[in-house]
């Protein structure tokens, strides 16, 4: 297994590009299930997670080819295969959103439970109950949804206990192909939301609303090729402006989007840091020790708790005492015995996490669990006065472009160790 080997100390200086989103390409990907005819998506990060998702794709019979770097071009006319097997779901719990387009078009789906994961249980009772509302038949048996259909979907009025952004995006997708108008209530309102109701109008569905938290989606019969370029990473940007802001650097995240990102920047500036902001661009500048930040994550526009481990580090070091609460996943506080180690002074308080910020952090071998909790180690060797051995980091390949490239062009002293 691969592992990073960094040395701290240096300020990040510099422009990084940020690539398309995960968690916006991913629900694109699959929507492109609801096609008859190939469609060109554009600005696709290079991921494990996309990897896997083309794969799956693939083996559900769709034809895919890279168009240059970031285009990839997908026909699903011919697809012959309804079923996502557990070998690859058990790899990306975003598999799952094959679940809604499959039933939508073909009246039958078969997806292997994701299971829990590191960060929680993660269930997905909410996906399961919204298809059923819209007339499918569902059972789970043997570690499988087995869904049907007879015809099409009827649309139906669905509210949402809990808001989830995958099961809003399931429900979205199966609506779009629907008889008649489904409205989701309690729908998510993150800006990948909106991405992908974006990207399905253009395939020519009717989906007004995204952003708040009441989505009506008028069905229509059939859904087409077309062009669409994915959202830039807010997450990925969120992450190289902490790092610039705990090593008292200056960059630039160029091919980003502010407007996703009120809640992130508001934090930085309140930790210390002079933001600046263009159209597509972000620049942090930070010339002192950070200031501790409250946070408290939550749904958008609130904090995104796929931020919060990042901000754990940079609270690890700043002045002063602050928490930071975690209210989306029960158990995404596992960096913190890893951040300990390299000398961090956190509790951890039920589903708060509250650091006293030290000096300095010492490098450490410390071990990645998650994608976010494998960028806050990162960023604390990047602090840290020692060498620090960040293992396991197949879990960052998931979700950050050739973060060793990017960060070593902002001047960073970081290498990849080939594993076996
Ligand atoms: C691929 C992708 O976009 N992943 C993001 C997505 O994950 P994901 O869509 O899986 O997360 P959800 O928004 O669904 O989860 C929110 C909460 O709802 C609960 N829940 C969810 C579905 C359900 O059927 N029942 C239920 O109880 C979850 O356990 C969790 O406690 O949103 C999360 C919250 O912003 C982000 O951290 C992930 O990066
Ligand atoms: C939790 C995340 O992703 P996923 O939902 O794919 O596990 C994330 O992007 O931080």
Not at 67 to 74: M, P, R
Request: proline share 4%; with cysteine; glycine share 8%.
């Amino acid at each position: 297994m691969d592992a990073f080997k960094i040395n701290g100390g240096n300020p990040l200086n510099g422009e990084v590009a940020i690539s398309g989103a995960k968690n916006a390409a991913l629900p694109i990907l699959m929507a492109t299930l609801l096609s008859e005819t190939p469609i060109t998506i554009e600005n696709v990060p290079r991921l494990n997670d996309i990897n896997t998702t083309l794969k799956l794709l693939t083996q559900l019979g769709a034809n895919i080819h890279w168009q240059g770097d970031d285009a990839v071009v997908i026909d699903a006319s011919n697809i012959n295969n309804q079923k996502a097997a557990y070998d690859l779901v058990k790899t990306m719990r975003a598999s799952i959103l094959v679940l809604g387009p499959l039933l939508a078009r073909f009246g039958h789906a078969e997806v292997s439970l994701p299971g829990g994961c590191a960060i929680g249980a993660r269930p997905v009772n909410l996906h399961i109950q919204g298809l059923k509302l819209m007339g499918a038949d569902i059972d789970v048996e043997n570690g499988y949804i087995h869904a049907r259909n007879e015809g099409r979907l009827k649309g139906a009025t669905i509210f949402m206990d809990t808001v989830s952004v995958t099961g809003t995006e399931n429900l979205m997708m199966a609506a779009a192909l629907a008889q008649g108008t489904t409205v989701i209530e309690n729908a998510a309102r993150e800006p990948e939301i909106v991405d992908l109701a974006n990207c399905l109008n253009a395939m020519g569905a009717k989906v007004s609303g995204a952003g708040s938290n009441t989505l009506t989606i008028e069905g229509v019969e059939k859904l087409e090729g077309s062009h669409y370029r994915v959202m830039p990473d807010r997450i990925e940007t969120g992450t190289y402006l902490v790092a610039a802001a705990v090593t008292r650097g200056n960059v630039k995240c160029t091919h980003a989007d502010p407007k996703a990102m009120d809640a992130v920047i508001s934090k930085l500036q309140e930790a210390g840091a002079e933001v600046t902001c263009g159209d597509d661009w972000i620049a942090l500048k930070m010339d002192k020790r950070p200031k501790a930040v409250n946070i408290r994550t939550a749904p958008h526009p609130a904090f995104p708790t796929d931020m919060q481990a990042q901000f754990v580090a940079l609270n690890a070091i700043a002045e002063g005492t602050a928490t930071i609460k975690e209210t989306i996943f029960e158990n995404r506080f596992m960096h913190v015995p890893e951040l300990r180690r390299m000398g961090a002074d956190i509790d951890l308080e039920g589903n708060t996490a509250v650091t006293k910020g030290v000096e300095n952090l010492t490098g450490a071998q410390v071990m990645a669990t998650d994608l976010r909790a494998s960028a806050s180690l990162v960023i604390a060797g990047l602090i840290a006065t020692t060498e620090t051995q960040v293992d396991r980091i197949y879990h960052i390949d998931r979700g950050y472009q050739r973060i060793e490239d990017k960060l070593q062009k902002l001047g960073a002293d970081i290498v990849r160790i080939q594993g076996n």
